[in-house]
């Protein structure tokens, strides 16, 4: 077995696992204090990012983020937690989920600002598409966020065909 062998041997979705935290700054917030939706965008794209490098150990671009709900607000002050990890594997592409929590360290409180689901694809330094090596759900929870990966990707799928069919 060669090194490249090693690079596409399946990998449990625990090594791709990422966490990152952030605190909210006046320049992340509108003029009421709030933190921008486009930031907080900014950051799951970049926790996202962190779990597919770690998964694929090749470059990754973004291809899709789907829906965003914000849940609650976020202030300046308060402590922002991302977490991250490979759902699924699809040959070139992974979905990676995203989970991004608001601590207020004072309060000593936490809630679920909002979650997403991104699309990946790893390539390489020309830009190619690379194979991408499996990820292996292991406990309950990882298995049900693999199943549901498939699921959403055939609705990705099928949007995508009925928005290219209304362009024709």
């Not at 062998?5 to 791709?16: A, G, I, K, T």
């Not at 933190?35 to 150990?57: F, Q, S, Y």
């Not at 983020?65 to 699809?90: A, K, Q, T, Y």
């Not at 990705?156 to 290219?164: G, H, N, S």
Request: proline share 4%.
């Amino acid at each position: 077995m060669n090194e490249n062998d090693d690079l596409m041997l399946p990998r449990p979705v625990q090594d791709s696992q990422s966490e990152m935290a952030e605190i909210v700054l006046p320049n992340d917030t509108n003029p009421l204090g709030a933190l921008l939706g486009g930031r907080l965008m900014h950051w799951i794209d970049l926790a996202g990012a962190m779990a597919a490098h770690r998964h694929a150990r090749n470059y990754v671009v973004t291809a899709a983020i789907d829906h965003m709900d914000f849940w609650v607000p976020v202030h300046v002050g308060d402590l922002v937690i991302l977490r991250s990890s490979v759902n699924r594997v699809f040959r070139t592409s992974m979905e990676v989920g995203v989970k991004a929590w608001v601590e207020n360290y004072i309060a000593d409180d936490c809630q679920h600002v909002g979650s997403a689901y991104l699309t990946f694809v790893a390539i390489d330094a020309g830009g190619r598409r690379v194979l991408v090596p499996a990820v292996i759900p292991e406990s309950d929870d990882q298995r049900r966020r693999y199943e549901d990966a498939g699921r959403r990707r055939e609705n990705r799928r099928a949007e995508l065909e009925r928005r290219r069919s209304n362009v024709r």
